[in-house]
């Protein structure tokens, strides 16, 4: 799948939706993901995932959120619904897929918010980096 | 408390501060933050204090960390001690952005603690490279080797104290925006989490006479934090006095910080230093709770049950 093109958003839309595969639960305590679940319950705001590119042009992955499910993924140009703008160079996003830690991108503000409330924002951090680290795991074609 | 441990905990050089109980020194954190010096005060004292990083001693410690310690021992330190080395330097990359904002007095007190926060990151850097034997040649690369240590829930403070530096740059003099990262920083990550770090570790290297290089430089980390400490704690003090609405900011941060502390990802095997779970449990709810009544910011019943309800989180700088 071409990264950032419709049918890569579909397959982000179920991977961040079906949430962590039972391997993946194993390696963390099952208090972590409890607190994830009980973060995402009820979750209904969306998120716009910036790629800044090389030309000056920055196109979003926009993932919006209802009653705890991803009900849509769409690539657009503008992030004007979303409560949360992020964005990343294209660098970062390489990194991303070749698996590196969700976490350290945030904490190293390689993946910068751009626009929402930030204290609001952290309070279902962990299931933030979990849904990012999802994304990464989808397979794409950078060189589209 | 006792004012001649206290002046022995002021007054020590490097070599002198090896024979420092850490619970004097803790103390000595909290012996001015009713009175809380004003920053210049706070300046000097940094200057009086300052000690030079490369003067430590790591050969006994490597004796210790290959032959004395146990496997299990050696684990639950390098756990704990990672959330410790990526803080450091965390803290000194995000620190410079509150330094553009406040007074005078307060930017040239933040040049004394940023040049401190990057000697503690230094501290950590040959701690790893020197004891642990963590492969690297520069500072990032011993960082990198570290990594998989550090618990994924680090990002929640640290990421926090990131998005929130990113904030304060925007406008760097915006009360609300100091005051979030205020109490991110010197309440919570250098209050409450560096603090009780600093305890454990320590506490456990003295009880076991192990690590007296780690033990040297750690304990005159946690001097250090003193003054950081105080003089966050007098900045969110002084700003709730000139404006009682940032009260409420105060708040929010702490909500978002007891939130997010609710998750843990990894089990360390505390026991192993010996601690238990709710011991440091009660070590971080007391050490956040003292700040709070020393300087006069109440809480709201909600949160009061969720500092009641703080799990063990094992992170600083």
Same mark, same amino acid.
């Given at each position: 799948?071409?990264?950032?093109?419709?049918?890569?958003?579909?397959?982000?839309?179920?991977?961040?939706?079906? &949430?962590?595969?039972?391997?993946?639960?194993?390696?963390?305590?099952?208090?972590?993901?409890?607190?994830?679940?009980? =973060?995402?319950?009820?979750?209904?705001?969306?998120?716009?995932?910036?790629?800044?590119?090389?030309?000056?042009?920055?196109?979003?992955?926009?993932?919006?959120?209802?009653?705890?499910?991803?009900?849509?993924?769409?690539?657009?140009?503008?992030?004007?619904?979303?409560?949360?703008?992020?964005?990343?160079?294209?660098?970062?996003?390489?990194?991303?897929?070749?698996?590196?830690?969700? &976490?350290?991108?945030?904490?190293?503000?390689?993946?910068?918010?751009?626009?929402?409330?930030?204290?609001?924002?952290?309070?279902?951090?962990?299931?933030?980096?979990?849904?990012?680290? =999802?994304?990464?795991?989808?397979?794409?074609?950078?060189?589209? | 408390?006792?004012? %001649?441990?206290?002046?022995?905990? %002021?007054?020590?050089?490097?070599?002198?501060?090896?024979?420092?109980?850490?619970?004097?020194?803790?103390?000595? +954190?909290?012996?001015?933050?009713?009175?809380?010096?004003?920053?210049?005060?706070?300046?000097?004292?940094?200057?009086?204090?300052?000690?030079?990083?490369?003067?430590?001693?790591?050969?006994?410690?490597?004796?210790?960390? $290959?032959?004395? !310690?146990?496997?299990?021992?050696?684990?639950?330190?390098?756990?704990?001690?990672? *959330?410790?080395?990526?803080?450091?330097?965390?803290? %000194?990359?995000?620190?410079?952005?509150?330094?553009?904002?406040?007074?005078?007095?307060?930017?040239?007190? !933040?040049?004394?603690?940023?040049?401190?926060?990057?000697?503690?990151?230094?501290?950590?850097?040959?701690?790893?490279?020197?004891?642990?034997?963590?492969? *690297?040649?520069?500072?990032?690369?011993?960082?990198?080797?570290?990594?998989?240590? +550090?618990?994924?829930?680090? +990002?929640?403070?640290?990421?926090?104290?990131?998005?929130?530096?990113?904030?304060?740059?925007?406008?760097?003099?915006?009360?609300?925006?100091?005051?979030?990262?205020?109490?991110?920083?010197?309440?919570?990550?250098?209050?409450?989490?560096?603090?009780?770090? !600093?305890?454990?570790?320590?506490?456990?290297?003295? $009880?076991?006479?192990?690590?007296?290089?780690?033990?040297?430089?750690?304990?005159?980390?946690?001097?250090?934090?003193?003054?950081?400490?105080?003089?966050? !704690?007098?900045?969110?003090?002084?700003?709730?006095?000139?404006?009682?609405?940032?009260?409420? %900011?105060?708040?929010?941060?702490?909500?978002?910080?007891?939130?997010? $502390?609710?998750?843990?990802?990894?089990?360390?095997?505390?026991?192993?230093?010996?601690?238990?779970?709710?011991?440091?449990?009660?070590?971080?709810?007391?050490?956040?709770?003292?700040?709070?009544?020393? +300087?006069?910011?109440?809480?709201?019943?909600?949160?009061?049950?969720?500092?009641?309800?703080?799990?063990?989180?094992?992170? *600083?700088?």
């Amino acid at each position: 799948m071409i990264f950032f093109s419709t049918d890569w958003a579909e397959a982000v839309r179920g991977a961040v939706d079906a &949430g962590p595969d039972d391997a993946l639960r194993a390696t963390k305590l099952e208090t972590y993901w409890g607190w994830i679940d009980q =973060a995402r319950a009820d979750y209904g705001e969306s998120w716009a995932l910036g790629r800044c590119k090389p030309d000056g042009h920055t196109d979003y992955l926009l993932l919006r959120w209802e009653r705890g499910h991803c009900v849509a993924a769409t690539v657009t140009a503008t992030p004007s619904e979303a409560t949360y703008v992020l964005s990343a160079d294209a660098q970062t996003w390489h990194d991303l897929l070749a698996g590196e830690d969700t &976490g350290r991108i945030v904490m190293y503000r390689r993946l910068r918010l751009e626009r929402g409330e930030v204290l609001s924002f952290f309070r279902i951090i962990y299931f933030f980096v979990e849904s990012v680290a =999802a994304i990464g795991r989808v397979p794409a074609t950078l060189d589209a | 408390m006792d004012q %001649e441990v206290l002046a022995g905990v %002021e007054k020590s050089d490097l070599a002198q501060i090896r024979d420092l109980d850490i619970d004097d020194v803790i103390d000595y +954190v909290h012996a001015d933050l009713k009175r809380l010096p004003d920053y210049l005060d706070l300046y000097r004292r940094y200057l009086r204090q300052r000690w030079d990083v490369y003067e430590l001693d790591f050969s006994q410690d490597i004796r210790d960390w $290959n032959t004395a !310690m146990t496997q299990s021992e050696r684990d639950a330190f390098v756990a704990i001690s990672s *959330g410790f080395h990526h803080g450091e330097r965390q803290v %000194e990359v995000e620190l410079p952005v509150f330094m553009l904002g406040g007074s005078e007095e307060s930017k040239i007190f !933040m040049s004394s603690q940023i040049e401190d926060e990057a000697r503690h990151t230094i501290f950590f850097d040959r701690f790893y490279r020197e004891v642990v034997g963590l492969p *690297g040649e520069s500072v990032q690369e011993v960082l990198d080797a570290s990594f998989h240590h +550090v618990s994924e829930t680090f +990002v929640g403070p640290f990421g926090l104290l990131a998005y929130l530096a990113d904030e304060l740059r925007r406008d760097p003099e915006d009360p609300v925006s100091r005051v979030r990262y205020g109490t991110t920083y010197f309440l919570w990550i250098e209050g409450v989490l560096a603090l009780s770090v !600093m305890k454990i570790t320590l506490t456990y290297c003295r $009880n076991r006479g192990f690590l007296p290089g780690y033990y040297a430089g750690f304990t005159a980390t946690c001097r250090d934090e003193a003054r950081h400490v105080q003089f966050g !704690m007098r900045f969110l003090r002084d700003s709730v006095a000139e404006d009682p609405r940032l009260l409420r %900011e105060i708040h929010e941060t702490l909500r978002t910080i007891l939130t997010i $502390n609710g998750a843990t990802s990894r089990r360390i095997a505390l026991e192993s230093l010996g601690w238990s779970p709710e011991e440091v449990r009660r070590l971080m709810i007391r050490q956040l709770s003292m700040k709070l009544n020393d +300087v006069g910011i109440a809480l709201p019943p909600d949160l009061q049950q969720m500092v009641a309800r703080i799990e063990p989180e094992l992170a *600083g700088g």
